[in-house]
């Protein structure tokens, strides 16, 4: 039988968890409360206390949380924000959204995320705010970012898009910065069945305000004090967010678990240094909501095309660094303006690491990259012979 290997597999997980979804799901229906209300204001208080924060704000999506967060921060037209050139859009789409500039500072590149030591640079008069993302679960160099923030009265707003449980030095993301947002699109670590986000804060202050901000600043009814945006949370998001996160701890060791087992299927198969994996360092808890390997760029589409044959799913987060996207084209970026990024963008595959994997599965995928590794490197040996 042939194996397949989807890059996820949502079918898997949700066949562990039918019975209390579905159950929930119906506590929903009966309510027919559909919007904010107690389920989504129950996972705002357990996603606080899941990430150590005081406070967390339910939100109509991850993209919706970052956008909320720089409006609370009270950032305006003309305003620069320091972000990482390598991220899902909605990191510096975000800013340019409230008429904001993104300055891009380029990744450190064992770690995909920003240089902390290349922040200060270009730090401006017009700067409010730094961006760090959390790129695939591992939690960016907060510490040095946090004093560069204070030296320069910045905020920080963690994109936590892809790291809830992800630590550093003993502490979640969600509590690293001043605000965090997270994304519970069904990719992520807790997905829902739909779009949904949250902030995190222990700002007593910002939390109001993204309370009052996401239902068009109106406080109280029909009575606005600012223009906000439709940004709220479903209850039916929320109560089955709910169920998923009492698992979330066991799928997340799960994901260690099959990075930890790449690591000594590819070494014991000689395949390092061809392929670069991802490191744990002991100050960080990565939470792999990807597994994303470097190989050499003249091979990585080839892989690609090979792994789909072999039914192994993969993907490239992100083939085109923000600072070369059209839309952004106005910001006057060049090619070799941030070569980290660029090169990340042009050698980074995720492979699946999703828990409900099994062995056999994992086995398959290290196999066949096994396989196209042999074919390419002896064609480049006789070639070169
Ligand atoms: C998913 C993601 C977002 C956006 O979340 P949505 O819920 O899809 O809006 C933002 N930043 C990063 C890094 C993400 O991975």
Redesign the pocket.
């Known amino acids: 039988m042939n194996t397949v290997v989807p890059l996820l597999d949502l079918r898997a997980q949700f066949a562990t968890i039918r019975e209390p979804i579905y159950q929930a799901i119906a506590r929903v229906v009966d309510s027919q409360q559909f919007i904010l209300g107690p389920e989504v204001e129950a996972l705002e208080r357990e996603v606080a206390e899941y990430c150590g924060a005081k406070y967390a704000v339910g939100c109509s ?6 956008l909320l967060a720089l409006m609370a921060v009270g950032l305006q037209a003309g305003d620069e924000v320091i972000t990482t050139p390598y ?2 859009f ?2 510096a789409g975000v800013i340019s959204r409230l008429g904001a500039r993104p300055i891009f500072v380029d990744i450190d590149p064992e770690s995909f995320n920003l240089d902390a030591a290349a922040i200060s640079a270009k730090i401006t008069p017009r700067t409010k705010a730094i961006i760090p ?1 959390h ?1 695939y679960g591992r939690t960016a160099e907060m510490e040095l970012i946090s004093a560069v923030a204070a030296r320069h009265g910045l905020a920080i707003i963690e ?1 936590a ?2 790291a809830i449980g992800a630590e550093y030095r003993g502490r979640r993301a969600g509590v690293l910065g001043h605000l965090a ?1 997270f ?3 069904p ?2 670590n807790l997905g829902g069945f739909g ?3 949250m902030i995190t804060t222990h700002d007593a202050s910002l939390a109001g305000k993204l309370r009052i901000l996401r239902v068009h600043g109106m406080e109280p009814k029909y009575y606005h004090r600012c223009v906000g945006i439709m940004g709220r949370l479903d209850a039916l998001q929320a109560a089955v967010l709910r169920v998923k996160l009492r698992y979330l701890d066991i799928w997340t060791a799960g994901r260690q678990a099959n990075a930890r087992c790449y690591a000594t299927l590819f070494s014991s198969r000689r395949l390092i240094p061809w392929i670069t994996l991802p490191q744990e360092p002991t100050a960080v808890r990565h939470v792999f ?1 990807q597994y994303v390997v470097r190989v050499p760029a003249a091979h990585r589409d080839g892989l690609r095309r090979f792994l789909s044959e072999q039914g192994v799913g993969t993907e490239v987060y992100y083939p085109v660094p923000l600072h070369l996207q059209e839309c952004f084209a106005g910001l006057g970026y060049q090619a070799g303006d941030l070569p980290h990024a660029e090169r990340a963008a042009a050698e980074t595959i995720a492979l699946p690491v999703y828990p409900e994997m099994t062995s056999a599965q994992q086995m398959h995928v290290v196999d066949a990259i096994a396989r196209y590794v042999a074919a390419v490197t002896d064609r480049v040996g006789r070639s070169a012979a």
């Open positions: 999506s991850g993209t919706d949380a970052l991220s899902f909605a990191t993302v790129l994109d898009c892809q947002a994304s519970f699109f990719t992520k779009d949904g986000g909501n």
